[in-house]
């Protein structure tokens, strides 16, 4: 069998259909500081695992922004007695998925692979994070690769605007720096830093790993130890809370484009917070739902000043934000960002309607089974929930708590989120008042 067929046919098995309302979560006992969910599915054979390591931006060291990032690039850069060449050999001869990504308080680790590679997968993970080369040649072409990501993004907009508003909203906090990093950081790093970073935030403390598909418990416990039995018991000091967030006003950095782009938001609300799940509702009515939003319904489809417009509920595990973006044209955005304020202001005085909420829920909790379709689904799932430090039962009381919430839970959850007076905007782009433009 091919290898490009035997990717596809894995591809094909890791997204089947699973039965989502059967979906029981397992939690084993994890002997040094981990955390494990397991959902035993054996309708194809396929086993997709997700794993949270403490190893996220926010551990980046002053003035080497993009430590996470750089050293996490390079844990499929080889390993042991396989340089880059062989361990991606060794990955692709078994149709092995594996995949990080680093964030701000973890990078995640992802395997997808038949099950009867499953050994294989789990020892080279194991062998890299273990064994890691960090070869000089993998480093200076990842270093490479990073810095050009970064310089491309110095012309794009929307990038312009998240970096610029990260850095105003958290003043100074390690969540305001990309978690790419910037390009001294990313210069100033050493082989000795992304040694150092790997052995500390590689570790077993803190660690949360999410598995689903065709393996009974025995035998994932084997997997697991081959996979991380190796690596330091150790955990990372906690990631210090911002102080203030939110840096209210416009804020406009310059650049030659059409189309200029706002990023705009508010400090939000903690996930263990009583009032997440009605901020969760309420957020999707103001601006999360789609074409069913009070702001795309205000922007769009009334004034035709932008193409899309949405917020979320940015939630790390030190800080909360509600978060939004628009672009349009440049004599639009001093109107656009006016309507933004007024629909946000109205919605803080009225609430929704009961059709609004009505419909809200109708969506939330009929479109929750879509992210348990497949085992990847599942285990990238589930490391979410483990990751905002839910319960493993909040699968099953997840529908019924949005179910719960009231027109009077909106109303009260947008009075102490919502406030436009607080709005942070940064503007990647030129404005153009539309007036001015007349004379």
């Known amino acids: 069998m091919s290898t490009r067929f035997l990717t596809a046919t894995m591809f094909a098995l890791a997204l089947a259909p699973c039965a989502a309302n059967a979906v029981t979560v397992l939690t084993p006992q ?32 002053a003035g080497k922004a993009g430590l996470a990032a750089f050293t996490a690039a390079l844990l499929d850069e080889g390993a ?15 149709a092995i998925q594996l995949s990080v990504s680093p964030g701000r308080d973890y990078t995640t680790v992802s395997i997808i692979t038949l099950s009867e590679n ?27 690769q990073l810095l050009t990501s970064i310089h491309q993004g110095d012309d794009d907009p929307p990038t312009v605007a998240s970096r610029g508003f990260d850095q105003v909203f958290f003043n100074g906090h390690p969540y305001g720096h990309p978690v790419d990093g ?15 970073f790997a052995h500390t935030h590689w570790v077993r403390g803190g660690l949360r790993i999410a598995v689903s598909g065709d393996v ?33 006003g416009l804020h406009v950095i310059p650049m030659p484009v059409p189309q200029p782009t706002a990023l705009f938001g508010l400090p939000g609300i903690l996930r263990a917070d009583p009032d997440f799940i009605p901020a969760y509702v309420a957020n999707y009515i103001l601006g999360g739902g789609g074409f069913s939003s009070r702001l795309m319904k205000d922007v769009r489809e009334q004034r035709g000043l932008t193409y899309d417009i949405d917020t979320s509920l940015a939630t790390y595990r030190k800080a909360g934000a509600v978060a939004g973006d628009v ?46 379709a497949s085992n990847a689904g599942i285990s990238a799932q589930l490391n979410a929930f483990q990751r905002a430090g839910l319960p493993a039962d909040y699968v099953i009381k997840r529908n019924a708590l949005i179910e ?17 007076a607080r709005l942070t905007i940064v503007v990647a782009g030129t404005m153009v008042d539309p007036k001015a433009a007349k004379h």
């Open 216 to 248: 009974d418990q025995a035998t994932l416990n084997t997997l697991l130890n081959s996979a991380f039995g190796g690596i330091p018991a150790i955990t990372p000091p906690p990631v210090p809370p911002p102080g203030k967030l939110g840096a209210p």
């Open 118 to 144: 499953a050994k294989d997968a789990f020892a080279l993970l194991g062998l890299a994070l273990t064994k890691a080369r960090f070869d000089e040649d993998a480093i200076n072409r990842v270093r490479a």
């Open 327 to 372: 672009a349009t044209r440049a004599d639009g955005m001093k109107q656009t960002l006016d309507v933004i304020r007024s629909t946000m202001a109205k919605f803080v005085d009225e609430g929704p309607t009961q059709k609004e909420l009505d419909d809200a829920k109708t969506f939330l909790t009929g479109s929750f089974p879509l992210a348990f």
């Open 30 to 61: 994890a002997p040094k500081g981990e955390q494990v969910w397991f959902v035993e599915d054996h309708t194809v054979p396929v086993i997709a695992m997700t794993a949270a390591f403490p190893a996220g931006s926010a551990y980046d060291p």
């Open 80 to 94: 042991g007695n396989k340089n880059s060449t062989a361990f991606h050999a060794a990955l692709a001869d078994k």
């Open 182 to 196: 910037d390009p001294a950081g990313i210069a100033a790093i050493t082989p000795d830093d992304i040694k150092n």
């Open 404 to 420: 719960a919430v009231t027109v009077d839970d909106v109303k009260r959850v947008s009075k102490r989120l919502f406030n436009p």
